[in-house]
Each structure stands twice: as C-alpha cells, then as structure tokens.
C-alpha cells in the first residue's frame, strides 16, 4: 500500500483545466514532486519543490500544496497531456525513505 | 548532463538472484551530492521505490523489500548496481535506475529501464 494517495482516474475536455491530488501526511512536511508516463516512456520529471518545471515542461503545468494535498494543475489540457501522472515524496517515517502515489490515470476528452 | 542506462539479463528463475547495472555517464559518480536509486513498476502498475544509496555510501531501502535488497556503488567503473534475492513472479517489473541530488525530493534524470521477468 501506498502513503500516497491519488485518485484512479481523471478526464478533461480538451482546453479544460484539470486538477490532480496526492493526499498523505508526508506532504504537511515535504513538497511533493509530479512525473508524467505516457505508454511504454519511463516518468518524466513535470513538477518539483514548491511549484518549478523543468526546462522544456510547458507553463500550462503547476503545482500546489496546502496542509496533507499536493495538487498538480494542468491549464488548458492538451491532447498530448494524456498520461499516467505520480506524485512522489519521502514517507513518513521520518528515515528518508521515498514513496509514490499509486498514480492518476488523465483522460483528454 | 547526467545520463543513466541499465543493463541485466531480462529474464530470472524463481528463486535467484535479480542483478542489474546501471552505468552513470556525463559525470563522475564518486564526485557528486547524488543518491543513486533503483525505482520499478510491474506491468500495468505503479511505480514503487526500490533504494537508493548516497554517495557518501549511506543506504535506504524500501521496507518491504529491505531483506532481500542491497545497492552498491562501483566507482572505479562509473556504476552503480542493484540485487534482489529469492525473487518471485511478483517481481517481474520494468526497472529503472534514477537519481535524486542531496536535499531534494525528486527523482531526475532516469534510465530508460529495462525489464526483467521472473520465470523458470
């Protein structure tokens, strides 16, 4: 079982904006990072620290974090953006150890 | 520009040893503030943090794998590697190598990885 909680699945309309969370306790003490996995391409880094991207991750993406929920925002969904999206951060047991939302499975309309 | 690449054989029999490789290109391994880790994802199913070792020679590993995990550095080869023992079907899964720099959360850059298959 996972510390981090995300929900199964997610759809938007095409231009929509799109929410994801990651709900755990971990998360009132460490930011969460967001990884994007289309089809058979490893994760991809989109979101880390507070809210920073990656060079070459579109600003269309953001994140957020308030109490135990780390959310991911996308803004004007595009068809590409289908994907499975993790949240990750350490656990917490308070060793350093990192865990991973059981991911989010977004639906492009 | 660190890169990451694994290697291993893709198919295991029940009951052995799992060994894999991952060759660090781009910079040195015993000169940087990394932790060099192993993350992987049976088929058609989340991705779950295997270990990770700091440079420093420091190891974490998932608790639910801890007695059959050991990670090891190999400098003099640029590599760092990952063994998990008395493996099972449950174990087949894409493995991927990653790395996350000192005082940070994320995992960033990562292997393309590979998959191994547990089968006699």
């Known amino acids: 079982s996972s510390e981090l909680t995300q929900d199964p699945a997610v759809s938007v309309a095409l231009g929509q904006t799109v929410r994801i969370t990651c709900q755990g306790d971990?998360?009132?003490?460490?930011?969460a990072s967001w990884y994007q996995q289309k089809p058979g391409q490893a994760p991809v880094l989109v979101i880390y620290?507070?809210?920073n991207r990656p060079s070459g991750i579109p600003d269309r993406f953001s994140g957020s974090s308030s109490g135990n929920t780390a959310s991911l925002t996308i803004t004007g969904a595009q068809a590409e953006d289908e994907a499975d999206y993790y949240c990750?951060?350490?656990?917490?047991?308070?060793?350093?150890?990192?865990?991973f939302g059981g991911g989010t499975k977004l639906t492009v309309l | 520009q660190l890169q990451l690449q694994e290697s291993g054989p893709g198919l295991v029999k029940p009951s052995e040893t799992l060994s894999l490789t991952c060759t660090v290109s781009?910079?040195?391994?015993?000169?940087?503030?990394?932790?060099w880790g192993w993350i992987r994802q049976p088929p058609g199913k989340g991705l779950e943090w295997i270990g990770s070792?700091?440079?420093?020679?420091?190891?974490y590993y998932n608790p639910s794998l801890k007695s059959r995990v050991t990670i090891s550095v190999d400098t003099s080869k640029n590599q760092f590697s990952l063994k998990l023992s008395s493996v099972t079907a449950a174990d087949t899964a894409v493995y991927y190598c990653?790395?996350?720099?000192?005082?940070?959360?994320?995992?960033?850059?990562w292997g393309q990885g590979t998959l191994v298959t547990v089968s006699s």
């Open positions: 990653v790395i996350a720099a000192a005082g940070t959360n994320w995992f960033d850059p």
């Open positions: 781009g910079g040195s391994i015993s000169s940087s503030s990394y932790y």
């Open positions: 070792i700091y440079y420093s020679g420091s190891t």
């Open positions: 971990s998360l009132r003490s460490y930011y």
């Open positions: 620290g507070k809210n």
């Open positions: 990750n951060s350490r656990d917490s047991s308070g060793v350093g150890n990192w865990v």
